[in-house]
């Protein structure tokens, strides 16, 4: 609706490109079809609203506002190859403003899917990493310094190891019962290594979410959700992790100069518990408070960035004891002509609170700091095949680095990666 709302300034604002006399009606019979159609529009009445539109623009070819508007119905219904000869009508007959060219070439590349109270997405990825076991960079680790320094020659199985993997994922999101501005979202992906099958990691996230019209503190006009997670990392479950996050955030839209300018900001909170079988001590509760920031100034352009405390609790006596720190990330995202690119960067630090081991490491008060890049590129295939579910294809390069003063957790990875996903 907000697309169809812009299209209406925009070709209202149009007349320096010679079109904004063909988008004032004259015509009565006209007159009356297009506020039918625009009634049925914000009633919701998709079909009813196709038909009219139909009949406008037979009545007057020269309506470039109603064959947009006829345009975007035909692709939230899901017809994309009528969608998409409307929109290559918009583009030979008229002189389109670069905002209704975005918006055109915005859908092109994330296909025409029905807008249907349920939808589904599944993915396989295939993929390889340089260092599966997180193996510090050194073959050979010291362990203690002056005269209890000891030197340690790690076995093979404790070097980096490089290995390839298949990853499945299925997300399922729908309406609740009892409240239909509400959703609920159930995703599981698995990845299966072809050597270390004991770090095979599976993720199991349960979430809600629902937009909300009140204030919280600077918020207004709210979304909110909330999701619960559990990764299970190795055959044997050497790792146990159960997440509880949620967010809220306010948004705010206007259309301004021919575009959509979009800013939104919120406060988000995770709670984490991680449980490891074969050694308690290391079982944890880690606390994120991250405050977020979102800017769209163009719909071909997105940027957006995080930070916020850290703080990780031991429960059993960890070497280190408590973990305190903080995380901070960005994310910019482009939409080209072909495509889809994501970059996004993130690093943490994390201080233990005590000396990590009085004997091994004296006077060391440990301090980690982790970081990831990754860069993505992904594009749909909906103008090979519009009558089919839409299809996407990606691959992701990812860089993880970790910096230790002990150096037997200092190591680094690469992950490089190709998928095909399908939305229905």
């Not at 039918?36 to 196709?50: I, K, T």
């Not at 692709?75 to 009528?82: F, I, K, P």
Request: hydrophobic share 40%; glycine share 8%.
């Amino acid at each position: 609706m907000v697309q169809r709302l812009l299209a209406f300034i925009v070709f209202a604002l149009a007349g320096s490109i010679g079109i904004a006399q063909n988008i004032t009606p004259t015509d009565s019979d006209f007159d009356v079809l297009y506020e039918e159609a625009q009634a049925a529009m914000s009633a919701g009445d998709r079909s009813r609203a196709v038909n009219l539109l139909e009949r406008v623009v037979q009545l007057n070819p020269q309506s470039a506002g109603a064959l947009l508007d006829l345009a975007l119905l035909h692709c939230e219904l899901g017809e994309a190859g009528a969608a998409y000869q409307r929109f290559n009508e918009l583009e030979r007959r008229f002189a389109l403003p670069d905002s209704i060219e975005s918006l055109i070439r915005f859908h092109r590349q994330m296909g025409c899917l029905a807008q249907t109270n349920h939808q589904f997405q599944a993915q396989i990825t295939r993929g390889s990493v340089s260092n599966v076991n997180a193996a510090p960079l050194s073959s050979i680790v010291q362990i203690g310094s002056g005269e209890r320094a000891i030197f340690l020659e790690l076995t093979e199985r404790n070097r980096p190891t490089s290995d390839r993997f298949t990853a499945f994922g299925f997300q399922s999101i729908g309406p609740v019962a009892s409240d239909q501005n509400a959703k609920w979202l159930v995703f599981v992906d698995s990845r299966q290594y072809e050597m270390r099958s004991d770090l095979n990691l599976t993720n199991l996230i349960l979430g809600y979410a629902k937009p909300a019209p009140f204030t919280l503190g600077a918020l207004t006009d709210v979304n909110w959700s909330a999701s619960l997670g559990r990764v299970l990392l190795g055959e044997r479950g050497f790792e146990r992790s159960y997440r509880l996050t949620a967010e809220a955030w306010s948004v705010k839209q206007q259309a301004l100069n021919h575009s959509t300018n979009r800013a939104r900001w919120g406060l988000g909170g995770a709670l984490s518990l991680n449980r490891y079988d074969q050694d308690a001590r290391f079982n944890s509760q880690r606390i994120e408070l991250l405050a977020r920031a979102e800017v769209l100034p163009f719909r071909s352009f997105g940027i957006s960035g995080y930070a916020g405390p850290i703080l990780d609790l031991s429960t059993d006596g960890r070497p280190g004891g408590d973990r305190r720190g903080a995380i901070v990330g960005t994310e910019l995202n482009w939409v080209l002509p072909v495509g889809r690119v994501t970059f996004s960067s993130h690093a943490q630090a994390l201080t233990d609170a005590e000396v990590f081991n009085e004997v091994f490491f004296p006077g060391v008060e440990r301090l980690n700091r982790r970081f990831f890049s990754t860069f993505r590129y992904e594009a749909a295939l909906p103008e090979l095949y519009p009558q089919q579910p839409r299809t996407v294809i990606f691959g992701q390069a990812a860089r993880e680095r970790s910096i230790d003063q002990l150096s037997i957790f200092s190591f680094k990875n690469h992950t490089l990666m190709l998928g095909i996903r399908g939305v229905w």
